[in-house]
């Protein structure tokens, strides 16, 4: 399934994600070990710097990367995008008090606007954001120069893309071995105690192999007209931060 092209994978993954929205959140800290939090703010860190006014980030989920922006210096208001009204309205349910402070615990704090909307087709004028973020979810788009691309459009000269996303480990050394069992063998089990649903967490992995090396997500960028392009694997070579600048004419 990781193979479908076009309107069959959106369908494929909107399905997949209504069924395990509600399980999302603890799968993505029992696989990573809690780690993700760390990666998102890392990477609202690296697309924030230096910037000031409002920022994005589009296939939200249930917003972790977005509060991880609302809570950069300088960074007002701050909106997330997804395609499912079920996971928008988890990442609502982090705007209320109790859980604002359980993210203020986790380093994230500050409220984020939440809209419906498709990532390849963003409801934002030219040159709206100070700088757009995507997390986990470019594998998962069935057009991602497309994907790109609107985020570069809605993003301000001078403004910053920014990505972070699972990356196929390159080499077959025994790091490469361990993952692949730990990827292909493990997280689909844990995915069918956890989520009850090991469909879904035996795509993940599969949806990795297929997606682009780190040096050709990196060119990507350039080809949709970033600048200062760059990328640091973090996760042991697992995942990858990317970023991009716009050019200010
Ligand atoms: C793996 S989750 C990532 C969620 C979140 N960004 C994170 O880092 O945890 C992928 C998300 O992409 C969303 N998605 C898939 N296709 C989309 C599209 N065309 N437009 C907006 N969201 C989309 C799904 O609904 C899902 O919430």
New binding site residues.
Partial sequence: MANLQGDAK?LY??DL?ARIAGR?DLM?SLMTGGM?HRW?RRTAGIAAAGLTGPAL??????G??AFALAGQPGIGPALG????PE?IALGQSKNDSKNRSKNRAKGTAGVVSFLV????ALPFPDNSFACAT????LR???DLPQALAEMARVVRPGGRVAT?ELTPMEGRGVKSSLFRLYFHRIVPLIGQAVAGDRTAYTYLPQSVDYFLQADRLAALFREVGLSDVGYRKLGFGTVAVHWGRKGDG
């Fill in positions: 959106q993954v909107a994600f999302y993505n993700h998102k980030d589009i296939a939200t989920g249930t972790d990367l995008v997804d395609l499912l996971m909307g498709d990532a390849l995507a997390g986990f979810s998962n788009m069935p972070l």
